[in-house]
């Protein structure tokens, strides 16, 4: 069983809508999370870290769930800048371990 | 500040080559990753260090891939003899402490022909 799960997409939205992704975990003693984004041929870049309480960065809004083992991203009002790679991240002390991606794209 | 360096950031090679992938950290991280990341298996990490020393290579997938850091400012990654299946964008990442952020470099895109 692979240490991260995602659904890799691709999700394809139209400007303005919300889209969510949800990641998996398999570790229980996992202690940090992220969501990073990679653009095509670039390198992946930390869009957020995921607290226990939920936070909120502007459009984007991670969320964590112990119980359940899981992780997600919500972003409210696409834009077109939002297509990327958006790549799970979970560190389980001194490793980290990365989902697979999943592909977003909004179109016009 | 300039963030996490690689060098080459294009490399093509006949199959047989030595490759060597030199990666130089975030002044003051302590943590260094290598990953290599294609189109079917994602971001694999193949070993990462703490402080210059090896501290997980079970990500390395065979002999022929060997990394080094000499000093806390560089490190290199080493494929010899390479093969086409090695071709692959191969990235350095960096941190402070292990469990924060990771900052990645540009990558490496490696084509072993």
């Known amino acids: 069983r692979k240490e991260v799960e995602q659904d890799p997409g691709p999700f394809n939205v139209p400007e303005g809508a919300t889209v969510a992704f949800n990641c998996t975990y398999s570790?229980?003693?996992?202690?940090?999370f992220f969501w990073y984004r990679q653009d095509c041929r670039k390198e992946p870049k930390l869009l957020m870290s995921?607290?226990?309480s939920g936070n909120e960065d502007g459009r984007f809004t991670a969320q964590l769930n112990r119980a359940s083992q899981y992780i997600s991203l919500l972003i409210r009002d696409s834009k077109l800048s939002d297509s990327a790679t958006y790549l799970c991240?979970?560190?389980?002390?001194?490793?980290?371990?990365f989902g697979t991606g999943t592909s977003l794209t909004v179109i016009p | 500040d300039a963030g996490v360096i690689q060098s080459p950031r294009h490399e093509v090679t006949e199959m047989g080559q030595e490759v060597t992938l030199r990666c130089k950290p975030i002044?003051?991280?302590?943590?260094l990753f290598w990953y290599r990341q294609t189109m079917m298996r994602g971001l694999e990490l193949l070993i990462y260090?703490?402080?210059?020393?090896?501290?997980?290579d079970s990500g390395m997938p065979e002999d022929r891939f060997s990394a080094k850091m000499p000093n806390a400012s560089f490190s290199t990654l080493k494929i010899q003899p390479s093969e086409p299946r090695d071709s692959a964008v191969y990235f350095c990442?960096?941190?402070?402490?292990?469990?924060?952020?990771?900052?990645f470099g540009p990558g490496t895109r490696l084509t072993v022909l």
């Open positions: 002044s003051g991280h302590d943590y």
């Open positions: 991240v979970v560190n389980t002390g001194n490793q980290f371990y």
């Open positions: 260090f703490n402080n210059n020393v090896p501290i997980d």
């Open positions: 995921v607290y226990s």
């Open positions: 990442a960096s941190t402070y402490g292990g469990a924060d952020t990771q900052y």
């Open positions: 570790n229980s003693a996992s202690q940090s």
